[in-house]
């Protein structure tokens, strides 16, 4: 007897399979599994070696020590996990690999079909991806699937094909040639998975980044949301800090905790962000536009306080002389005088 294994990468995603298929009953489905890893980040290998990927994550969250701890510990366990319950798909198995075109869901799938490679006539792709949808003149596809709700899910199962030959061998070919990169960063660009510079986002995080200190996750937050692609916010995060190492950005509070840390723009960041005439567009006009935004609530706090010196003002003038007026509340004698009169 055949049964159905749903596999996702990441895990939002699969809590929402769990979710749409334990509790819900939306589709079928025996058994969901998740690859526990953004692998679209950090070394990967020819062997996706645990240990190289343990010691990604200690660099890249290393400040915040408590949570740090938990991931790594998390990671161990549900490596583990995985590759038994891969292992222990039989061969009559229904697979339906759920995925959308962004790198970490893109990087997880072709990792898990070379490991499925004995079991390529049973698996169905449910690209997301694919799927358009038109509301209020908006048109939009999903990105990756732990975008999507729970009740929604059922809609891409009519979507589900099953893959050929050709395009197993074509996409475990380029896994193959991204393991070999062994870059840091893997980016879904031009309808594929390609390895980046790892700084490539460093414009990026400059241009979104204020001539005055600001929260990190600000910043962090602004990329994220004006990026065509989906990266996570760990890695933006890393990359401010190697920023800051650089002299690009500078910070106060504690360094590495993103809750906890302002950045702001260097003059070195700035000559940098020059060599893009995009960028440095983009971040005087809007520098401008939070000047003005600046500029607008000092006015009117200015406005506050001296309201508030009339108002106290006037409370003293039967009690006092203008000149004690004066210096009590900070207005000039004149001023105290046009109120009197």
């Not at 229904?94 to 075109?101: R, S, T």
């Amino acid at each position: 007897m055949s049964n159905i294994i749903h596999i996702c990468f990441s895990q939002s995603a699969g809590g929402n399979l769990k979710h749409a298929i334990k509790k819900k009953k939306l589709f079928e489905g025996k058994k969901i599994i998740v690859f526990p890893d953004d692998i679209s980040i950090g070394k990967i290998g020819n062997d996706m070696n645990l240990d190289e990927r343990l010691e990604w994550w200690d660099i890249i969250n290393k400040e915040e020590a408590t949570i740090h701890s938990e991931e790594i510990n998390y990671l161990k366990r549900s490596y583990k996990k995985f590759y038994k319950e891969i292992s222990n798909i039989n061969d009559a198995d229904i697979i339906y690999l759920w995925y959308g075109e962004c790198s970490n869901d893109m990087c997880g799938m072709m990792n898990t079909l070379e490991l499925l490679k004995d079991k390529i006539d049973n698996i169905y792709f449910v690209n997301v991806s694919e799927k358009i949808y038109a509301n209020d003149n908006i048109i939009y596809a999903y990105k990756s699937v732990s975008e999507i709700i729970t009740e929604k899910l059922k809609e891409f199962i009519p979507i589900k094909r099953k893959i050929g030959h050709q395009e197993y061998h074509d996409l475990v070919s380029q896994w193959n040639l991204l393991k070999k990169d062994n870059s840091i960063l893997r980016i879904f660009k031009d309808g594929k998975v390609q390895s980046l510079s790892e700084d490539y986002f460093d414009i990026c995080i400059l241009k979104h980044t204020e001539n005055e200190f600001r929260k990190s996750a600000r910043t962090v937050g602004r990329v994220i949301a004006y990026s065509e692609m989906k990266i996570s916010d760990e890695y933006i995060f890393w990359r401010i800090g190697e920023l800051t190492k650089s002299g690009m950005l500078e910070y106060k509070g504690k360094f590495g905790i993103m809750r906890e840390m302002e950045i702001k723009i260097t003059q070195k960041g700035i000559e940098y962000m020059s060599t893009d005439p995009e960028a440095i567009s983009f971040w005087k006009n809007r520098e401008t536009e939070e000047q003005f935004e600046r500029e607008k609530i000092n006015e009117a706090k200015k406005q506050g306080r001296m309201e508030e010196k009339i108002d106290i003002a006037k409370k003293l003038m039967d009690i006092l002389d203008v000149e004690v007026i004066a210096e009590k509340t900070g207005l000039t004698a004149m001023q105290v005088k046009n109120l009197i009169n």
